[in-house]
């Protein structure tokens, strides 16, 4: 079965310091794509953040980055510098190259503390 | 660019009746869209695949003649819940792909069934 997990079902970190958030998932296919999306209160889900599996460079996105590891099957992303509006249940997810559906994780749900 | 509107934003209906939710892409054509349901504090659950044209492909255990979805147009998707039930309350969201693989999401509905 495809399943994505995301260990920590709540984080805090304090305003312009670093967190991570993990993800692990399981796949036999070796071509897909990875994706963070975040969903603020207004419960807009927004993409924060791709990574195509095929792509050794981990990708970046201003104070978002990814540590892929495609072996281990783990996708955690970096927020660095925190802010407030960062606050959101962030949520991991992937799609085998060809498939029609994306398959999410429980979520993480962010807090920054002032 | 790819923003995706859904509206209502909100609904209230009485049991028994039928709400309809629409879901359009704006400014792309989406041969594809997804309707998903969110419990509080829970991931997305996907709970159909509508491609343009053509009948709906429901997930396991959801009902289609209760959530009745049509893609009658490449920018519009809409679900209908027919002969709501207070168990029928809660935020469904849509998404339409733009390319493959990215979807963008609409903004959510929150339906409450009294």
């Known amino acids: 079965a495809q399943t994505v997990t995301q260990s920590q079902p709540e984080m805090s970190v304090q305003e312009a310091e670093t967190v991570t958030l993990s993800c692990t998932y399981d796949t036999s296919e070796s071509d897909y794509y990875l994706f963070w999306y975040k969903q603020p209160p207004s419960r807009q889900m927004i993409l924060v953040i791709r990574q195509e599996a095929y792509k050794q460079q981990n990708a970046t996105e201003n104070r978002f980055s990814v540590n892929f590891q495609k072996a281990a099957k783990s996708f955690s992303l970096k927020i660095s510098d925190s802010q407030l509006g960062d606050a959101a249940m962030y949520f991991c997810?992937?799609?085998?190259?060809?498939?029609?559906?994306?398959?999410f994780g429980q979520g993480t749900r962010l807090t920054i503390n002032p | 660019g790819a923003v995706v509107s859904q509206h209502p934003s909100w609904v209230i209906c009485k049991s028994g009746t039928s709400v309809k939710i629409e879901c359009r892409s704006l400014d792309f054509q989406a041969t594809t869209m997804f309707w998903y349901r969110q419990f509080p504090k829970q991931s997305l659950m996907l709970m159909a695949t509508?491609?343009?044209?053509?009948?709906?492909?429901?997930e396991q255990g959801v009902e289609k003649d209760k959530f009745l979805i049509n893609h009658a147009s490449l920018t519009l998707s809409t679900l209908t819940v027919t002969s709501a039930h207070p168990e029928d309350s809660s935020f469904y969201i849509c998404?339409?792909?733009?390319?493959?693989?990215?979807?963008?999401f609409g903004q959510g509905t929150r339906l409450t069934v009294v």
């Open positions: 997810a992937y799609i085998i190259q060809g498939a029609q559906k994306l398959v």
């Open positions: 509508s491609n343009e044209g053509s009948k709906a492909t429901y």
């Open positions: 998404s339409a792909r733009r390319g493959y693989p990215e979807a963008f």
